[in-house]
């Protein structure tokens, strides 16, 4: 086949989420083809992206400010957080153009199988806009999956004190269905229109 260098370039792309060997190959020929027009504009772009791209403070969410543009949106309801597991879910939901409050990225669920606990998500952003008041609503966007669900769980509970009402997307998440970013932007509408308070 190639040389090392197409060989390696072969071996980055397979590292991407959804792409395997057989897709890698596919995407570094199409790039190889086109130098000029495909290849170079994008090296530039992630050169520039991986100076200056940084994860929100407030949020996590991924920005080329801190805090992000969705945070310092004065049109944004901030009495209105709604709680993702990925910037994936975030970004889907903002596509869907259902939501104007703002965000937590939580950067994961609890998972005894993975290791995760709750120390390891990004919650401490959350409980201070709480203890600060002003927060009328907490929403938790979390996939259907059993770790979700463990997840919401959980923080039901860790946020029970606070006196806010906690509410979960409705109708229109399947169950297993997983994350919410592989998700049509109707159906994260439907979910998001159709929370429920948890009692």
Not at 62 to 79: K, W, Y
Not at 151 to 161: E, F, K, N, S, V
């Amino acid at each position: 086949m190639g040389g090392a260098d197409i060989e390696r370039l072969i071996a980055l792309l397979a590292r991407l989420p959804g792409l395997g060997p057989r897709s890698a190959r596919r995407a570094a020929l199409a790039l190889l083809r086109q130098p000029q027009t495909r290849m170079l504009p994008l090296a530039q772009a992630m050169e520039q992206a991986a100076r200056t791209v940084r994860t929100c403070s407030t949020c996590g969410n991924l920005d080329t400010h801190d805090p992000c543009g969705i945070c310092t949106d004065s049109a944004r309801d901030r009495g209105l957080v709604c709680v993702v597991e990925t910037v994936g879910d975030l970004w889907a939901l903002e596509r869907a153009g259902v939501h104007r409050g703002v965000y937590q990225v939580l950067g994961g669920t609890l998972s005894a199988l993975s290791g995760t606990g709750p120390d390891d998500l990004n919650l401490a952003p959350l409980l201070a806009r709480l203890e600060e008041g002003g927060v009328r609503e907490v929403i938790l966007a979390l996939g259907a999956t059993v770790e979700g669900a463990a997840t919401a769980h959980w923080l039901q509970d860790r946020l029970a004190g606070f006196d806010v009402p906690v509410s979960r997307v409705g109708q229109g998440v399947p169950m297993g269905g997983g994350a919410l970013d592989v998700l049509d932007d109707g159906t994260l509408a439907a979910a998001l229109t159709a929370r429920k308070i948890y009692s």
